[in-house]
C-alpha cells in the first residue's frame, strides 16, 4: 500500500515511528508536511498537491495534526477523503477532539461520567459558576488547548473569580470543571486502535505540578485497567468516532472519569511504557481498513 503520514517536519508526534512501522511491514510510506499541501477542489477529480505534484494512487493518510494549524490540517484530511482515500482519523472527529466542550457536551449525551462541567461567557456569572462545579478549588482550561497548556488550577475561592474573569475579559472560551483531589497530579492513559485497548498508563505528574501530562515532566508506570475503566474508555472513543484515539481517565471515589479524548495521541512514552509496539498496531489496523469504507460519520459537527 501507498501510505501518507500527515505531519510537521521535525515533530516529535510518533509520525517517524509510524514511517518505521509501514516500511517494516513491506509498504510504501512517506512524511508528508501537511501544512505544505495544496488542493484543488473541484466536483470531477479532487486533488491535493505537494512539492508542485500531485499526490496520486494513496490508499490511506495517517494524519498527526497540531494544534497551531488544526483548521488547515482538517482541510487537507476532508479534501484527501474527498477523493475516497482512508484516512485513520475522520476530519469531523478530529475537529470535535480539539474542542474541549464540544467533546465534554458529547460524552454527557452519551452519559459518560465526567467531571463537573461549566461554560459561561459573563462575569455576571462568575459566582453561580464556581458553585456549581462545587466550589474551589477548581481547574479553568481553555476550550482549545492540548498537552496540559492552557490548564490551571485555581486553589481558593478569590483566584478562581480572578481568573475567569480575566478570560472573560479577553473573550477567551473556557471551562470550568471540578477539581478531583484524590487523583490530583495522576491520571490514566488508554490507547484504543480499532475499538480495542493496545496500551494503558498511569501518569504521575513532577513535584508541585497538577497536570500529569509526559510533554510537562510526567512520568508513566503500566497500569492494569479494571473493567469500568476499559469500558468507559471504549465507550468514550465510539461517542467520539475515533477508531484510533488516546482516552485519559481520572480515577475518581465515584469512579472512573473520562477527561479528555485525544485524537492524536502521542507514541513515545505509551510504547517505552507498555513496550508494545502500538504504531505497528495502528499499520495493522490501515492493511485491515483500506478496502472498506468508513461508516458515515453521524455525530454531526
Known sequence: MKIVILSRSNRKNGSER?????????????????????CNV????????????????IDAVIPRISISSQSYGSAIIRQFEMMN?????????????RDKLRS???????DIDIPKTVVANSTDSTDEVIAMVGGAPLIVKVARGS?????MLAETRSAAKAIIQAFYSQKVNILIQEFIEESSGTDVRVFIV???????????????????????????????????????????AKAMNLDIAGVDLLQAERGPLVMEVNAFPMLAAIEEVTKHNIAGKIIEYVENHVPKKRKKDKVGA
Do not use: W
Open 194 to 236: 480499532g475499538g480495542k485497548i493496545v496500551g494503558a498508563m498511569k501518569r504521575q505528574a513532577p513535584e508541585g505540578e497538577f497536570r500529569s501530562n509526559i510533554y510537562l515532566g510526567g512520568h508513566g508506570v503500566p497500569i492494569k485497567l479494571t473493567r469500568p475503566e476499559r469500558q468507559m474508555a471504549l465507550e468514550a
Open 18 to 38: 509510524l514511517l518505521g512501522a509501514a516500511l517494516e511491514r513491506g509498504h510504501q510510506a512517506k512524511i508528508v508536511d501537511y501544512t505544505k499541501c495544496y
Open 42 to 57: 473541484v466536483k470531477s477529480k479532487p486533488q491535493v498537491y505537494y512539492a508542485g505534484k500531485p499526490l496520486e494512487g
Open 104 to 110: 465534554m457536551q458529547l460524552l454527557a449525551r452519551h
Open 85 to 97: 482515500v482512508f484516512s485513520t482519523t475522520g476530519s469531523l472527529a478530529f475537529i470535535r477532539t
Open 147 to 151: 498537552q496540559g497548556m492552557g490548564v
